[in-house]
T-cell receptor
Framework: ETGVTQTPRHLVMGMTNKKSLKCEQH?????MYWYKQSAKKPLELMFV???????ENNSVPSRFSPECPNSSHLFLHLHTLQPEDSALYLC??????????FGSGTQLSVL | DAKTTQPPSMDCAEGRAANLPCNHS???????VYWYRQIHSQGPQYIIH???NNETNEMASLIITEDRKSSTLILPHATLRDTAVYYC?????????????FGKGTKLTVNP
């Protein structure tokens, strides 16, 4: 148990659906991250939030929309995704950008 | 952030020490060396980090060369559960906006 909880663990959605991934951290950290890991590829940083403010958007398509209502919660809203967006989506948190604590991820399949 | 170079794969016998190398020849003076590992289909797990001195914790030891251009992660008594992809990353230690950029890592297989 890392202190970072992601839900759901698995998600199957059609290309016209709208869904959201949720991440919650119980560590009192001030930074939260979304990473994407496609099959057999390195982790790709998507978004970074510090003190609820987005500080990094790594050229992510607008069909991915992050939301950080407070420093403990992070969402990733998904709409009109493509099959190539199927991947493991990982949330992480850190204090002042030091060691990251990752959740178990959401395995997303887009049909 | 400096780039790192790691062998794509390594094997180790159960109970023996696993020594995972990493080259980071362009590391800056204020960049730390971090190690993470990722067991299949799980999120990466922090292992250890260091700046100049060797470090040890309950999981592993980190040996950094004097010129800081390379380092070695040592798992002193590897078990089957240590089979994972190990990532060596260099970055400035603090600063919430600092990117943690993962490469391809080393796939360590611990054999019975």
């Amino acid at each position: 148990e890392t202190g970072v909880t992601q839900t759901p663990r698995h998600l199957v959605m059609g290309m016209t659906n709208k869904k959201s991934l949720k991440c919650e951290q119980h560590l009192g950290h001030n930074a939260m991250y979304w990473y994407k890991q496609s099959a057999k590829k390195p982790l790709e940083l998507m978004f970074v939030y510090n003190f609820k403010e987005q500080t990094e958007n790594n050229s992510v398509p607008s069909r991915f929309s992050p939301e950080c209502p407070n420093s403990s919660h992070l969402f990733l809203h998904l709409h009109t995704l493509q099959p190539e967006d199927s991947a493991l989506y990982l949330c992480a948190s850190s204090q002042q950008g030091e060691k990251l604590f990752f959740g178990s991820g959401t395995q997303l399949s887009v049909l | 952030d400096a780039k790192t170079t790691q062998p794509p794969s390594m094997d180790c016998a159960e109970g023996r020490a696993a020594n995972l190398p990493c080259n980071h020849s362009t590391i800056s003076g204020n960049e730390y060396v971090y190690w993470y590992r990722q067991i299949h289909s799980q999120g990466p797990q922090y292992i250890i980090h260091g700046l100049k001195n060797n470090e040890t914790n309950e999981m592993a030891s980190l040996i950094i060369t004097e010129d800081r251009k390379s380092s070695t992660l040592i798992l002193p008594h590897a078990t089957l559960r240590d089979t994972a992809v190990y990532y060596c990353i260099v970055k400035v230690g603090q600063g919430g906006s600092e990117k943690l950029v993962f490469g391809k890592g080393t796939k360590l297989t611990v054999n019975p």
